[in-house]
Each structure stands twice: as structure tokens, then as C-alpha cells.
């Protein structure tokens, strides 16, 4: 099945006209210690996010808002339980547009986009029979194991959005252990998708938290 979402058109803006990012662009501020905060950096990739999805993909945000209802309360309670920040829910929103029967190309599925090797990792039955991918409250939990240990591992939550979306073994030759700030400092060795995942859930959030400011 296509996957319609909003990571399709990802690869293809990461070098669209915009300012691009190099190793020395700073990012507003570093990221802080607190677990339980996810940072909004401002960053010329978020702008240009916002712009899309207020423009050319309004229709289609406009649907992902509409589902994000269905979703939003059991996923804010179990970050909350976690300790983890309320905004990985928009982790979900660019990885599926919170639509539980989508597929990639790379055989990720459910909301949260997960692949079979990692769901069955985290305690999901995935074979010819079941496949508790598509289970939003099972699929949530495993996600948010996946991402806890990601920050565990990363010390960031953009760095383990980026180790999310790319995989951990991608992430790890670029850098070790950091701050969301070395998520823009590394932004040119990232593969081309994971450039703009983090910008998208920036900008994704922030339409998400007033969007009759933006006109939805």
C-alpha cells in the first residue's frame, strides 16, 4: 500500500530553496536536561514546514488533525505516565498521519510507522496472522520503549526522532551522544529524509497547538 503521508515529500525538500543548514548554523538554544521537555527551536526547515502544510498540504494536515482526536488523549497519558514530553504524539503525526492501516515501502506500519523487527523487539506480535502494529495502544507502547531508550542512548530527544526515523545505526556514526542543538550541527550528514523529520514535528506541533491561527 502508499504510504500518503507526510514524510513522502521529506527527501525531496530537504535541499528545496530555503535557507539550508550547515555545521555551523545555531539553532536558538541548547536542548535542557529535562526529560519531560521537548525543545522548539526556531530554524528556517520549520518555517518552511509550517508554509507547506498551511499551503499545498493543507487538505491533507487538515485530515491529520481530524484524527489526531481519536488518538491524542491515550498517547499524552501515556507519555505523561513515562515522564516523557507530551510532543512525541506529533512523532506519530508525521510518521502516519495517525491512520493505523498505512504501510511504507520498508514495511513499517500502524501510527507510529513500526518497522517488524523492531515492533517484535519491544513485545508486538507481528506473522502471517497478527500484526498488533495496528493496535494503537499496543503500538504506542512499544513505540515510546523504542524512543525511551533512543534517548537513553542519544541524550536528545531531536537526536532520537532522527535515530527514529533513520535508525540507530545511521545516527551513531554522526554522533555518538548530544543536544537537540547537534541535531542542526550534524544536519548535512544526516540521510536526506531524517533532515526535515525533525522540522516537520516542530512545525507540525506548533499548527497543532493554535490552529485557528492558522487558519484551520
Known sequence: MKRVVLLLALTTVACASTPTPTSSTPPATAAPADRSHFADLDHPRVEYHITRFTGEKRAE??????RKS?????????LRRRGMPEELLYLAMVESGFNPTVHSLADAAGIWQLVPDTARRYGLKVDETVD?????????DAALSYLSYLYNRFGSWYLAAAAYNAGENRISPI?????????????DQLPGETRDYVPA??????????PARYGF
Request: aromatic fraction near 12%; avoid cysteine.
Open 132 to 140: 498488533e502494529r495496528h493496535d494503537a495502544e499496543k503500538s504506542t
Open 61 to 66: 494536515f487538515a485530515s491529520y488533525l481530524e
Open 175 to 187: 554522533v555518538e551522544k548530544g543536544t537537540d542543538a547537534d541535531y542542526y550541527r550534524v544536519w
Open 70 to 78: 481519536q488518538y491524542e488523549e491515550m498517547i499524552r497519558a501515556k
Open 201 to 210: 514535528m516542530v512545525a507540525a506541533m506548533r499548527i497543532a497547538r493554535d
